[in-house]
């Protein structure tokens, strides 16, 4: 073995020694689970409120390094949380392939839509998302430097199906309606849609992990809508693609899958995508995902985001509720979906000091 083998191979034994997500994600049992939050970095915050206004608006919030970068280090700084997502959002990828993308304040994103074959036609391909998505990249090296050593970081993107929700409707949806039925009666647009989306999104979280990035995540939020062999294959084929690919590129990446509202399909999703860690929402129990999925590997999840805003001796009970019942396999702490804009901060740090100190 060369010294600098040597060298290399006891930098990545420090590394993994101090990032305790790493550790969870490489399925050891730790004492006390390592915690992050979805949407740490948002509205509940007065320091974003703050950084967001200096921005004007979100997407230029996203796409400014220095200021996104920013965001990203507030509840760091605030909580000491074990990771940090880096801020941007899973639309910025349909727009890095052409669509038109806005916020409408209160209500949420608008794009333009895709819908037909010459819709689909108009699209940019993989490889050119880098000029648009560039600044996100470079949010990623700053963070990669400015973090702490043991924070780890978190690169992301949304899941095929979920992008493709949004774009075919143009907006979000309760039943991602528009999405359904172009499948069902334009299947092969559809289908092209969810492939750009898979390839793309491998060259995007590729570029994430080159900048810095030391675990990726991959959002299905609409996972839940999508039922039989639909589930199979526009949320676990799409998955376990991207998974396979990147794991190629970058042995040793750590990939977090989170098939939102899944239930039963929890079951084996570890195995059918090869995902380390399976993300898991609050409408299932910690009990029956410690049974049903936690066997399989890493869970992360997954307390109700409402306790984030009521607090009290209810949130220390569910907290504690939450660590017991994921005690006896790898665990990373979490809530079942994203914080919200009405959440206390107290509370937040009410549960991290319930999590570490019992
Ligand atoms: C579906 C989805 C989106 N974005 C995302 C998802 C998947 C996860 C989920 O289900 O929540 C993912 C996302 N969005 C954002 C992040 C940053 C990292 C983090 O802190 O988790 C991540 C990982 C920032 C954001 N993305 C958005 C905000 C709020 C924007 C603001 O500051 O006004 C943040 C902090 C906006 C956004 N972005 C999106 C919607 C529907 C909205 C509007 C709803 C809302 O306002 O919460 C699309």
């Not at 009990?287 to 049903?292: D, L």
Request: proline share 6%; glycine share 8%; with cysteine.
């Amino acid at each position: 073995m060369t010294p600098q083998v040597a060298m290399k191979g006891s930098k990545e034994e420090a590394r993994m020694a101090e990032k305790t997500i790493l550790r969870a994600l490489n399925g050891e049992i730790l004492p006390t689970p390592p915690v992050w939050m979805m949407r740490q970095a948002g509205r509940y915050l007065p320091e974003y409120r703050a950084t967001r206004a200096k921005a004007g608006d979100f997407l230029s919030l996203c796409y400014t390094p220095e200021l996104a970068a920013e965001v990203t280090l507030q509840p760091i700084r605030r909580y000491g949380f074990d990771a940090a997502i880096l801020f941007a959002d899973i639309l910025l990828l349909p727009q890095a392939l052409g669509a038109d993308l806005w916020f409408v304040t209160g209500e949420g994103p608008r794009l333009s839509t895709t819908t037909s074959a010459s819709d689909f036609a108009k699209l940019k391909g993989r490889d050119d998302i880098h000029d648009t998505l560039a600044p996100v990249y470079e949010t990623v090296g700053i963070l990669s430097r400015e973090l702490p050593r043991e924070t780890t970081l978190i690169g992301f993107a949304g899941a095929p199906w979920t992008v493709a929700t949004y774009m075919i409707a143009g907006r979000g949806t309760k039943d991602q309606g528009p999405a359904h039925a172009l499948k069902a009666e334009d299947r092969e647009t559809f289908v092209k849609i969810i492939d750009l989306l898979t390839v793309s999104t491998i060259e995007y979280l590729s570029k994430q992990v080159e900048a810095g990035a030391e675990v990726v995540k991959l959002f299905d939020s609409w996972a839940g809508s999508l039922k039989g062999p639909d589930f199979e294959e526009f949320a676990v084929e799409p998955a376990r693609r991207i998974i396979a690919e990147m794991k190629a590129r970058f042995p040793g990446l750590p990939v977090i899958a989170f098939p939102r509202e899944a239930g039963e399909g929890y079951i084996g999703f570890h195995e059918k995508t090869g995902a380390d860690c399976v993300a898991i929402d609050n409408s299932v129990s910690p009990e029956w995902a410690a049974r049903n999925v936690q066997i399989s590997g890493c869970v992360q999840g997954n307390l109700d985001p409402k306790h984030m805003i009521t607090g009290g001796q209810a949130l220390i009970d569910a907290t504690r509720h939450v660590v017991e019942a994921f005690r006896n396999g790898p665990h990373i702490f979490n809530l079942g979906h994203g914080i919200t804009p009405d959440a206390d901060p107290e509370n937040v740090a009410l549960m991290i000091e319930t999590i570490r100190n019992g």
